[in-house]
């Protein structure tokens, strides 16, 4: 399974971004689908996660209220639609996609990841 994001730029805090990550050579709608971000200097954390058919969705708290995932099966996409960025949301953005039956918070049960997309946020 290939993962391609896309949609990162470089904004202005307030602004907004969204991102999305196409899949191929997979059965799209059987993974869980999650977006995590890596700051300069800091740990890969999960952002969002969907489950397989978009049901259940997942936040982190920092950006409860201000992210959005969402999935369309018969695209094979996965999109963040983000928006009041901060600058504390500036890092590599990455799509992966777990084979786990419910909705994963841990890295580790990742199987594909995508090659990331930089979103910068500037005060």
């Known amino acids: 399974v290939q993962l391609q994001a896309s949609g990162g730029g470089s904004v202005q805090a307030g602004g907004s971004l969204s991102l999305s990550c196409v899949a191929s050579?997979?059965?799209?709608?059987?993974?869980?689908m999650g977006w995590f971000r890596q700051a300069p200097g800091k740990d890969r954390e999960i952002v969002a996660a969907?489950?397989?058919?978009?049901?259940?969705?997942w936040y982190t708290d920092s950006v409860k209220g201000r992210f959005t995932i969402s999935r369309d099966n018969a695209k094979n996409t996965v999109y963040l639609q983000m928006i009041s960025l901060k600058p504390e949301d500036t890092a590599v953005y990455y799509c992966?996609?777990?084979?786990?039956?419910?909705?994963?918070?841990?890295?580790?049960?990742?199987?594909?990841w995508g090659q990331g997309t930089l979103v910068t946020v500037s005060s």
């Open positions: 969907i489950s397989r058919l978009g049901g259940s969705t």
């Open positions: 992966a996609g777990s084979k786990g039956r419910t909705v994963q918070v841990n890295e580790e049960l990742y199987d594909y």
């Open positions: 050579g997979g059965a799209f709608s059987s993974f869980v």
